[in-house]
C-alpha cells in the first residue's frame, strides 16, 4: 500500500509517511485514487473539490495541487500523467491504493469456504479501520465516507460468519455484542449475534436479541423483521441441530508455521486460486518460498485427506531425499502400516495416487532440486501438490500444468512489520536501514533479528556493524553455519551447471548496477542466463534487462575472487569493450550502469571508452552531474596517460554538460580548444568539433554561428555523413534565417534534402520538415510552417520516427497554429504535444511556451502566464541567455496586452539587449517591437519610436523585401 485514504490522506514512500495535510489537495489525490488507472476528467476534479462554487484561482490552484502531488508521489514511484487534453490519470496499480487492497482481499475471500476465508476477512477488517478521508471536506467527500461505512459493515459481517463458521464463538461475542450497540438496525448483526449467544449457551439472551430488535424496528421504522431474522428466532426456539458447531479435523504433519509471517498477498492470492494439480512455488535462496508455502497450508482445512509435508533436500548438505524414500514418509503419515508399502517406487506412486484420489488431500513438496524428484510425488485426482524449489522448475510447467508462483522480496513496509513483530519493538528509524541492508530478504531480515535479540549488539549498533564490515559474515548466526546468507547462496551456486556458474561468477567481478541482454550474451551466452533466471540468481526485472539481489551480487563478488586476475580483467575489459562497441545507441539505462562502472573498474587504464555513450545522456538532459565526474575522473586519467584521444573525447562531453546547464562562458572556452586541436583528426570529428562550436555561439555571436555550422554541414556532406549533415545543416539553415540571409538559410536545407535523399531514415526526413517549418514561422509564413509540419507528420505516422521527433512536430504545429491566429487549435495541438511528452519523461521547454502563447492569443491571460511559469520550471537545464530572453519576451508581450507596461519594459529591454548582444538582428526587431508598445503604453512616445525605427532598420537588411514587422499587440510565439 503506498497511498492511504482510510484515514487522514498519506503517501507511504520507502523511507517516510507523507501527509496530504491540505484538505483540497488531499481531495485531489482522493478522486485520483479511487479510480486508480483510470482517467478523471478536470471538470469532475474541480467539482469534488469546490462543489458549484467555483472559484476563477480554481483552474491554477488544480494545477499547483497536481505539481505537488506528483512530487509528492514520486517519492512512492507513483506518477499522476496526462488524459488527454482534460483529465489526469494516477498511475498506480489499484493494490497501491489501501481502500482497493481492501476490496481485492474482498474479493478474494468471496467464494472461499469461510475458514479458508477467515484469515482474509480479518486482515481486511483490520485495514478497514478509520474514517474514509478523514479531514476531507465537501458533499462528494460525505458521500463517499457514508458509502464506505456501509461496505465496512459488510466486511465485519463477512469476517463474523467465517470467525462463527471456524468455532470462535466465544472469542468474538464481546466484539459481536458492541457491533450489535453501534449498528442497532443492522438485522444481520443481530442474526450473527443471536447465533454466538446460542453456541455459547446463552439461548434466552439471543431470544431477547430478538425481541429488542423486532421492538426497535417497529417503533422506529414501523417495519417487521427480515425472514433471515424471523428464521434464525424460529431456530433458537427450537434449539435446531444447525446451529451447533462440530467437525473433526483432518491429519496434519506441516512443520510450525514461522512467527511473524509478513506480507505475499499476491502470492496467497495465487495460491488460493489453485484447487487442485500442481503449483511450483519457486524464488531465489532465502525468499520465503518454505514460510509461504507452510503458512498457506495451515490456513487451509479444506483437505479431508489431511495436509502433508515432505523436505526434499534439494539444496545443502548431504543427498536429496530420493522419490522412493519421500513416498514411504508420505504414506506412513497418511496411516499405511511401513512393513505394507511398496519397496518399489512405481508402485508406491500408484498406492499413493489411489489414496489421494479418494480423499481431497495437501502435499507440500519442499526443496525440491529437479522435476524428476517431483514427479512421482503428485497426488491423485483432486488433490493439490505445492512444490517449493530455488529452480522454476519449467518442465513440470510445460509437462505437468503446474502453475508457477514466484516468491521475490519483501517490500521495505513488508519488512519493517516482519522485524517489528519478531524483534517485538516499534518502528524506529534503524528498522528501515536495517531491513534495506538485509536486501529486503526474509532469511536475512530473520537472521538480523534473531542476532539484535541474542548478541551482546544492540539494534544500531548491529546496523552500524553490518554497514562497516562484510554484511555476508554479519547476516549469519554463530556456531550454526546452515543459519548463514552466503551458505544458503552457496548452495545455489553449487548446483549450477559450469557454463552458468562461470558466468554468474563473471558477473561478480562486472562493475555496474545492471545488464543489458546483449551484454551478457557477449560475457556468457544465452543459456547460461537463462539458468540463472531460471535458479533465480538473476533477474530480468525489465525486458532484455537484468540483475542480481543485492545479497546475490555480494556473493557473486565474494566468489569471484578465486578467479585469475587474468581471467577478472578479462571480464572487465569484456564490459568496457562492449559499451564502447555500443557508443551509437542511446540507452538511459545502460547510461546510469556506465556512470555506475567509471568508479568500480579499477585500474583500467581506458575507462573514457565506455563513458563515451554518455554523449546521448548529455545532449537530452540526462544524468548531468554523475555523468560530469565520472568524465572529468576518466579525462585526468587520460592525460595522465598522455591518450590524446580519451582526453579530447572526454573534454567534448565535459562541453556537451556545460551546454545542458547554460553556462555559455565554459561550453565555449571547451569547444574552442577542441577546435583548436581538430588538426589531423578524422573528418567526422573535425565536423563534429566545427558544428559543436557554431551550437555554443547561439549564446555569443550568430554570425560566428553561421560561419561555422556552414563549415561543419560541408564536411558532413563531403564525408555523406547524414546524422551530422541534417543536425549541423538544419541548425545552419535557422540560424542564416535569425540573421535575416533567407536565401542562404533555405539553401542549407534544399542542399541537406537533395544530396543525401537516399541515406535519409524516416526520423531525418521529419527532422528536416519540422526545421523548414520553424525558418518559414521566423519569417511569418505561417501558412507554409503548417504545409511544411503536415509533410514531416505524415512521414512520421506509421515510421520509427522518435517520439522527441513527434513531439517537436507537434509542438512547431501548435506555432503555426498559433501565428494563423487558429487559437484554439494551437491549445489543443500543444495539449498534445504536452501529454506525449510527459509520456516519454521529456522536459521540453518550448512546449508551454507555446501553450502560453495560445492561452494568450485567446485572451486567457493569466493562464498563460501560468503557462510559462511551467515553461521556466521545465527549463531548468536550459537556461542559456536566448532561452531566457525568448521566455522574457513573450512575457513581456503577455503583460503588454494585460496593460501592465511597466512590468512589460525591463522584460522586453532585457531580450532585446541580449539579442543585441548576440547580433540575432530578427529576433532582436521582435523584441523592439515589443518594447516599443511597451514604451508607447507608459507614455514615453519619443523612446517608442526610437525603437520601431531601430526595428525597421533591422528588417530593412533582410534578404526579403516582403518580411513584415511583428504587428503591434501580437504575442511573440
Known sequence: MRIRLIGPVEIHAEDRVIAVAAPKRACVLAALAERPGEPVAQTDLLTRVWGDGLPDSALGTLYSYITRLRADLA????GIARAGVHGYVLEAAPEDVDLHAVRALAARATGLDAVRALPLWREACERAEGELIAGVPGEWADRLRTAFRGERLNLRCERYASELAAGNHALVLPELEALAAEEPFAEVVAELLMLALYRCGRAADALRVFEATRVRLRDALGADPSPGLREAHRRVLGQDPV?????????????AAVRGFTGRDAELSALDSVDSGLVVVSGTAGSGKTALAVHWGHSRVDFPGGRHYVNLLGYGVG????????????????????????????????????LTSRERTLVVLDNARHAAQVRPLLPGDGSLAV??????????????????????????????????????????????RLAELCGHLPLALRIAAANVLTGELGLAAYVAELESGDR???LAVEEDPAAAVATALGHSVTALDTGARELYLRLGVLPGEDFGRGLLEDVGGKAAIERLVAAHLLEEYQENRYR???LVRLYARRASAAMSAHDRFGAVESFVDWHHRHVHVSDSLDEVNVIAAASDIGDHPFPWRMLTRLGHAFNHYRHIDAGREAVAAARRRAVAENDDAGSFLMLNLLGLAARTEGD?????????????????????????????LGMAYHDADFRRAAELLAEATGIALTERNAVQAVNFGSSASVTLIRLGRFTEGEHWLDTVEAELDGDLNADQRAELRMFRATGLRYRRRHADALRAVEDGLAIAAGTEVSQRMQVHLRANRAAALSGLGRFDDALAAAEEAIALAEDHGMRLQDLHRHRAAAHAGLGDHHAALRALALADEHGTHSRYPTNMAALGLLEASIRGAMGDHAAALPLAARAAEVYGSVHCPLWRADALQVLAAAQRGAGDAEASGRSEREAAALVAGFDDPGYLLLPRGWVVN
Open 548 to 550: 542480481m539481489h543485492d
Open 387 to 432: 512444490v517449493t524449489s530455488r529452480d522454476r522448475l519449467p518442465g513440470l510447467v510445460a509437462l505437468d500444468g503446474a502453475v508457477p508462483v514466484t516468491v521475490g522480496t519483501l517490500s521495505p513496509r513488508e519488512s519493517r512489520r516482519l522485524l517489528r513483530s519478531v524483534l517485538g519493538c516499534d518502528d524506529v528509524p534503524e528498522l528501515a
Open 319 to 354: 543427498e536429496p531425499v530420493s522419490p522412493g524414500e519421500a513416498l514411504q514418509r508420505l504414506l506412513t503419515a497418511m496411516g499405511r502400516d511401513a512393513s505394507r508399502i511398496p519397496a518399489d517406487t512405481e508402485a508406491a506412486t500408484s498406492l499413493f495416487r489411489e
Open 243 to 255: 446451529l451447533d458447531a462440530s467437525g473433526q479435523r483432518a491429519p496434519n504433519t506441516l512443520p
Open 472 to 474: 555476508l559474515d554479519g
Open 75 to 78: 517519492a512512492a514511484g507513483l
Open 664 to 692: 555559455t562562458e565554459a561550453l565555449l572556452a571547451i569547444r574552442q580548444k577542441l577546435y583548436s586541436n581538430r588538426a589531423g583528426r578524422r573528418p567526422q570529428i573535425i565536423a563534429m568539433v566545427t558544428g559543436n
